[in-house]
């Protein structure tokens, strides 16, 4: 049954099978509050050499330094699935011990957490770090930059730093929940550049977040938050993300 997922379409009918998907790696997010376990054995039998054998091993799946990077969400969800944050801290370490054993350096783990009263639990468990899903108000990028300088100030002494996060902004109303708003690409861009050339120098050399900035979020409609060309702002998002980032050129 492990081998029949449930929302895995676009991954492994389209994804897989596109013609230009070699010009772009993949990760996963184990989502665990809609996915659960039934407990470590669970994860260890079924979940990991899942994993390993239909993604990690995917020559393009992202790895950084040799080690498969997995995102994962909540940890207060975990430590109910495996009892406490130790057991929790014993799971991850049997999956990198599972990753080298497939043949990789390890695997990079990280955690969706925007909760400062949960950062030390992140921590314990042994993440490499801890990204927020989207920001309070993100709207407005000076709320945006206040939340990430509080919450890396918080986390840069753990063994979970922040890893940098960009939001366009929130507005759920197409579910039917309160509105919000978005930046102007102006604004994004700007975030983006501060990021780039004010927070990410200041990390750890050796932490995720100096190598690596996840953009809240491709296409999430529903949610109310999207890069992806839409009649918003066209293409405007993405061309922002290529002007911080890349040396531009043509579409």
């Known amino acids: 049954p492990i081998k029949t997922n449930r929302n895995g379409t676009a991954l492994h009918e389209g994804y897989f099978n596109a013609r230009y998907s070699d010009q772009m790696k993949f990760a996963i997010t184990w989502e665990c509050a809609g996915g659960p376990v039934s407990g470590a054995e669970d994860f260890e039998e079924n979940v990991v050499p899942y994993w390993i054998e239909q993604y990690f091993k995917d020559e393009r799946y992202l790895k950084i330094d040799g080690k498969p990077v997995v995102g994962m969400y909540a ?42 009263e949960l950062i030390s639990d992140v921590a314990e468990a042994g993440f490499d770090g801890q990204y927020a899903y989207c920001w309070d108000n993100p709207a407005d990028i000076e709320s945006q930059k206040t939340q990430i300088n509080a919450f890396n100030e918080q986390s840069k002494n753990t063994t979970a730093p922040i890893i940098p996060v960009a939001s366009m902004g929130w507005d759920a109303r197409a579910w039917d929940r309160s509105g919000g708003g978005y930046c102007t690409v102006e604004d994004y861009q700007s975030l983006l550049n501060w990021i780039s050339d004010e927070l990410m120098p200041k990390l750890d050399e050796n932490s995720l977040g100096s190598k690596m900035v996840l953009l809240d979020n491709w296409n999430e409609y529903g949610e109310g938050h999207f890069l992806m060309p839409a009649n918003l702002n066209g293409f405007g998002y993405v061309d922002a993300i290529r002007n911080v980032f890349t040396n531009g050129g043509a579409h």
């Open 75 to 116: 940890v207060n969800m975990l430590t109910k699935y495996f009892g406490d944050v130790a057991g929790v801290k014993k799971e991850l370490e049997f999956l990198r011990s599972a990753c080298v054993d497939a043949g990789f350096s390890g695997c990079y783990i990280i955690m969706s957490n925007s909760k400062t």
